[in-house]
């Protein structure tokens, strides 16, 4: 019985995902969303992404869009910078700033940072535009201040290697002091490497 359920439930997904359609106007290059066959919008769209989590983005010209899975615009032809969602949440940005969008399409972050990068263990990667990487929860709290010359790598959400400076050090998500940054380097295995030694962190 379970595995026919499985099954029927397989199905179920491919055939929703066989909903969606698109197709290019032979003249002039515009497209148009078909679902179940049915035409649902006029030969307008530059671009149309696959549907994604219920919403797909969409272009007239040369910003984007989002719209859901019945061809409904929910918001603003505003993005020059779209992505589709995964896990809940869709890269997005202007002409110099990134953000994260959440399902209900509301932004995370403030407009300030120039790249951002997809949650990962729930923090999401900043870059200022002096260079300088912090982290912020989906939740939108600063979680690790934007000081750090690289990207924090997440080992895990309590092990985060930081660089300061030319150091590297390790934190947690709350950026509590693990081990100071006096590394001249950190793997992601849990070696620490000074003075020509390599020490085992974790």
Same mark, same amino acid.
């Given at each position: 019985m379970r595995k026919w359920a499985v099954i029927f439930l397989l199905m179920g997904f491919w055939g929703y995902s066989q909903n969606w359609g698109i197709q290019i106007h032979p003249n002039n290059r515009k497209m148009a969303i078909f679902i179940n066959g049915q035409q649902? @919008?006029?030969?307008?769209?530059?671009?149309?992404?696959?549907?994604? *989590? =219920? %919403?797909?983005?969409?272009?007239?010209?040369?910003?984007?869009?989002?719209?859901?899975?019945?061809g409904r615009l929910l918001t603003p032809y505003r993005f020059a910078v779209a992505s589709n969602f995964?896990?809940?949440?869709?890269?997005?940005?202007?002409?110099?700033?990134?953000?994260?969008?959440?399902?209900?399409?509301?932004?995370?972050?403030?407009?300030?940072?120039?790249?951002?990068? @997809?949650?990962?263990?729930?923090?999401?990667?900043?870059?200022?535009? *002096? =260079? %300088?990487?912090?982290?912020?929860?989906?939740?939108?709290?600063?979680?690790?201040?934007?000081?750090?010359?690289?990207?924090?790598?997440?080992?895990?959400?309590?092990?985060?290697i930081v660089k300061l400076a030319d150091e590297y050090g390790l934190v947690d998500s709350d950026n509590n002091v693990l081990f100071n940054p006096t590394y001249q380097y950190i793997s992601p295995k849990g070696y620490g490497y000074k003075s020509g030694t390599y020490l085992r962190l974790f």
């Open positions: 649902i @919008s006029s030969y307008r769209f530059s671009e149309v992404s696959e549907l994604s *989590e =219920g %919403l797909s983005y969409v272009a007239e010209g040369e910003l984007y869009g989002y719209l859901n899975s019945d995964k896990n809940g949440f869709a890269l997005v940005g202007d002409s110099v700033h990134q953000n994260i969008l959440t399902r209900q399409l509301k932004p995370i972050l403030p407009d300030i940072y120039v790249r951002v990068r @997809s949650p990962k263990f729930g923090l999401i990667l900043v870059q200022s535009h *002096e =260079g %300088l990487w912090g982290a912020y929860d989906v939740n939108g709290s600063l979680k690790l201040p934007v000081i750090y010359s690289l990207p924090p790598y997440l080992v895990d959400k309590n092990r985060i």
